[in-house]
């Protein structure tokens, strides 16, 4: 489990072990835009304030996901025990 802050929307959930932070933010109220929910498509894609996401999208290219600037919220989790989104 980790903390997701929205910084925008001024709200902080957690995300459980096999929930998406997608699915976490929505219930915290937070508009989410989502399309395929598997990583594909890009639509999820936000921008990470803080934190280290762990990447399970495939639309990012390798540099992307280095650089750890956005995270596709459908998908991935994260590796810090905070993230702190641009939501
Ligand atoms: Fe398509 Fe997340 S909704 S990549």
Same mark, same amino acid.
């Given at each position: 489990a980790f903390t997701v802050v929205a910084q925008r929307s001024g709200i902080e959930v957690q995300v459980s072990v096999g929930q998406r932070i997608s699915e976490a933010l929505r219930e915290a109220g937070v508009e989410i835009e989502m399309s395929? *929910?598997? $990583?594909?498509? $890009?639509?999820c894609y936000t921008r990470v304030l803080e934190g280290e996401p762990d990447h399970k999208d495939s639309f990012q290219t390798n540099a992307e996901l280095a650089a750890n *600037? $956005? @995270?596709? @919220?459908c998908c991935s989790g994260s590796k810090s025990p905070r993230l702190v989104l641009d939501v």
């Open positions: 395929c *929910e598997a $990583g594909v498509c $890009g639509t *600037e $956005g @995270i596709a @919220i």
